[in-house]
């Protein structure tokens, strides 16, 4: 069982930057692919931007493109998203998750397809 981790949420006004952290409890996170999920209220979950085992590959929803970036330091087990830009559409609670995939080329968009999921922290981007 693995247990995910979210921090860095907070208020930030329209223009400014916020970095989420997810630190996973299994020390081997660099055999998980792993991504980032938001959900505004009275919304569905959406992809937000998801990286593979190895950070390698990436992907990102077209919303976040140019303005979001995910990392990982598998060595310091932590996954990160660097927000910058960040717009009032933006404001939501944002889920860390993984899943368990050795290989280095596959990443996954879809909710459904991760196993593990942090408990989420707010992000409130006001005016």
């Known amino acids: 069982q693995v247990q995910l981790v979210e921090s860095g949420g907070g208020l930030v006004e329209a223009g400014g930057s916020l970095r989420l952290s997810c630190a996973p409890s299994?020390?081997?996170?660099?055999?998980?692919?792993m991504g980032w999920f938001r959900q505004a209220s009275g919304k569905e979950r959406e992809f937000v931007a998801a990286t593979s085992q190895n950070g390698a590959r990436t992907s990102y929803a077209d919303f976040v493109k140019g303005r979001f970036t995910i990392s990982r330091d598998n060595r310091k087990n932590t996954m990160s998203l660097q927000m910058n830009s960040l717009k009032p559409e933006d404001t939501a609670v944002y889920f860390c998750?993984?899943?368990?995939?050795?290989?280095?080329?596959?990443?996954?968009?879809?909710?459904?397809?991760?196993?593990?999921w942090g408990q989420g922290a707010q992000v409130t981007v006001s005016l």
């Open positions: 998750a993984a899943v368990r995939q050795y290989s280095s080329a596959i990443v996954y968009t879809t909710d459904t397809l991760y196993h593990y």
């Open positions: 299994e020390r081997t996170v660099s055999n998980y692919a």
